[in-house]
């Protein structure tokens, strides 16, 4: 099943972002390392017109090094886009940030024309983090769950420099089954909108095969690849202890701290997806989603049979 998660603050941080876009002159575009494709706001091109952008690749500390080094040269090959990688807290690789916003839009700075930056990606990024570092203080709330920042709020980092902190937007639609899957769990949804077990199975069948060794050595389980990915869930709450009376293995439990580890790092550095894996994806899901679209085309015609002309 298609996981979506769309509030109805989102449309209105969507609208906000669209009226402040005039008086805005950098567009920060926050991505997770780890997924960077399924974590781009397809929206947002839209709303940010020809702005010059810089996209952040956030948590690269818990990334996989050889793949942000490949999400970053396939930006860097875009047209009019840059791209850097940070871990959020960390406050001398952040400040490139500065360089690199005073280099897309070199004719601002100074009192008279301020540097404008909106910083916007979906919930639980780490766009609250960066500007707490940036600021060197607790400017903007942050927390490890969806949706923490409510109202999009102004810091001034100097006299001639603004940035925006904004609430974390998805997408009515999210197309990419993959995707739908990374973001529930990179921690991006309510934990209302999507079921663990089947996010952790879908994570184990992803990451397993690509990083068996994360998995032994977290699990204590030997030779992973020979499991299927129920079995290893199976494992995972027996090494854990989470069986209930009875001695019936509670793999919810077990699906719960699978997504844990994923999220807070312990399973080592991982990436749920490569540019051309992205690419594969949002090709299939942009044809399921057209023949979804002429199907439901089909079906209103048949509803709704042409009227027949005035005798
Ligand atoms: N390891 C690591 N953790 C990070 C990084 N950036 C943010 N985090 C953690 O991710 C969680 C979310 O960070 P926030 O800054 O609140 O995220 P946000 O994008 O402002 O989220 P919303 O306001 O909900 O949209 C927090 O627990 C941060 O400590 C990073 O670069 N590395
Ligand atoms: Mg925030």
């Given at each position: 099943?298609?996981?979506?998660?769309?509030?109805?603050?989102?449309?209105?941080?969507?609208?906000?972002?669209?009226?402040?876009?005039?008086?805005?002159?950098?567009?920060?575009?926050?991505?997770?390392?780890?997924?960077?494709g399924s974590s781009a706001n397809p929206m947002l091109a839209e709303l940010i017109q020809n702005k010059p952008g810089l996209k952040i690749l956030s948590k690269q500390d818990m990334a996989d090094p050889e793949r942000t080094a490949a999400w970053l040269a396939h930006y860097n090959a875009l047209p009019n886009v840059r791209a850097l990688a940070l871990d959020t807290s960390m406050t001398s690789p952040a400040r490139a940030l500065i360089d690199a916003c005073h280099q897309l839009a070199p004719l601002r700075g100074g009192m008279v024309k301020p540097m404008r930056?909106?910083?916007?990606?979906?919930?639980?990024?780490?766009?609250?983090?960066?500007?707490?570092?940036?600021?060197?203080?607790?400017?903007?709330?942050?927390?490890?769950?969806?949706?923490?920042?409510?109202?999009?709020?102004?810091?001034?980092?100097?006299?001639?420099?603004?940035?925006?902190?904004?609430?974390?937007?998805?997408?009515?639609?999210?197309?990419?089954?993959?995707?739908g899957y990374n973001l529930a769990a990179s921690g991006a949804m309510g934990?209302?909108?999507?079921?663990?077990?089947?996010?952790?199975?879908?994570?184990?069948?992803?990451?397993?095969?690509?990083?068996p060794h994360a998995f032994e050595t977290r699990y204590k389980i030997k030779d992973v690849s020979s499991h299927s990915d129920e079995q290893m869930l199976t494992a995972i709450a027996r090494h854990r202890g989470a069986v209930q009376s009875g001695g019936r293995v509670d793999t919810t439990k077990a699906a719960h701290i699978v997504i844990h580890d994923f999220r807070s790092?312990?399973?080592?550095?991982?990436?749920l997806e490569t540019p051309e894996e992205f690419a594969t994806w949002l090709a299939a899901g942009q044809l399921a989603d057209a023949e979804r679209a002429e199907r439901k085309a089909a079906r209103e015609k048949i509803k709704k049979p042409p009227r027949k002309p005035a005798a």
């Open positions: 099943m298609a996981i979506q998660w769309f509030p109805g603050h989102m449309h209105l941080t969507r609208k906000a972002i669209g009226e402040r876009m005039a008086e805005i002159d950098v567009v920060i575009e926050m991505l997770d390392a780890r997924l960077p930056v909106l910083i916007c990606g979906i919930p639980n990024v780490g766009k609250s983090t960066l500007i707490n570092t940036l600021k060197g203080k607790r400017a903007a709330k942050t927390g490890d769950e969806a949706g923490v920042t409510k109202l999009e709020q102004r810091i001034t980092l100097a006299d001639d420099f603004y940035l925006y902190d904004t609430p974390g937007v998805l997408w009515p639609r999210i197309i990419v089954p993959q995707s934990v209302n909108a999507f079921d663990e077990e089947e996010v952790a199975l879908e994570l184990l069948n992803y990451l397993i095969p690509r990083y790092g312990a399973l080592g550095r991982l990436t």
